[in-house]
């Protein structure tokens, strides 16, 4: 079974700061998706990036990024100039590549972007 | 194109009653993926349905039910609620199975009193 930690449960930043969100994962497989997903008060999980383990290029969509250590099973989420609009629950998970499509998520991190 | 949509967005229950919700998927997507969040055990993974058939559950009592119709509808049905049902209901669609791209809905808040 896969799982996922998110140690940091709640973090602020100030608005145009940059802020890195921790996660962990423990797995036996070789091939699998990661991703973040945002939660805003609206409660709508929303994808903010995804990465593919075979892929050592780390992901980037815009002000998003990860770092992604696939020895260590680390995958990070950093948030350059960050914006009040970037207050969320921020979730990672773990999906298998075949055979289980389920998403595992982690417990959350609470991010707050203070004006 | 319209989202996913889940009704209703709210909803209360006496322990005991049966709840059905609704999950309505994106145009086009096959693929239905139910999680419940709470805040003790975060978000968990109920079932998934693809053309009608449930390919995957996860680990729930027997009373937490779902099925899909041929329009790719989905609904989940709780029967005996108890207190501890209390919780956001998110349902997720994708295109096909390998779901690496799911949209969510906005949930359905059971309040089971």
């Known amino acids: 079974a896969q799982t996922v930690t998110q140690s940091q449960p709640e973090m602020s930043v100030q608005e145009a700061e940059t802020v890195t969100l921790s996660c962990t994962y423990d797995t036996s497989e070789s091939n699998y998706y990661l991703f973040w997903y945002k939660q805003p008060p609206s409660r709508q999980m929303i994808l903010v990036i995804r990465?593919?383990?075979?892929?050592?290029q780390n992901a980037t969509e815009n002000r998003f990024s990860v770092n992604f250590q696939k020895a260590a099973k680390s995958f990070s989420l950093k948030i350059s100039d960050s914006q009040l609009g970037d207050t969320a629950m921020y979730f990672c998970?773990?999906?298998?590549?075949?055979?289980?499509?389920?998403?595992?998520f982690g417990t959350g991190t609470r991010l707050t972007i203070i004006p | 194109k319209a989202g996913v949509t889940q009704t209703p967005r709210y909803l209360i229950k006496t322990r005991g009653q049966q709840v059905t919700l609704s999950c309505s998927p994106i145009?086009?997507?096959?693929?239905v993926s139910w999680y419940q969040q709470t805040p003790g055990q975060g978000l968990q993974f109920l079932f998934e349905y693809f053309s009608e058939t449930q390919r995957n559950k996860g680990n729930f009592p027997g009373r937490f039910s779902g099925r899909q119709f041929s329009n790719s509808r989905s609904e989940m049905n709780v029967s005996t609620l108890e207190l501890g049902d209390s919780a956001l209901y998110l349902c997720?669609?994708?295109?096909?199975?390998?779901?690496?791209?799911?949209?969510f809905g906005q949930g359905t808040r059971l309040t089971v009193v």
């Open positions: 997720a669609s994708s295109l096909m199975v390998q779901n690496t791209e799911a949209f």
């Open positions: 990465q593919e383990a075979y892929k050592q």
């Open positions: 145009s086009g997507h096959r693929s």
């Open positions: 998970a773990f999906m298998k590549l075949l055979g289980n499509e389920k998403l595992t």
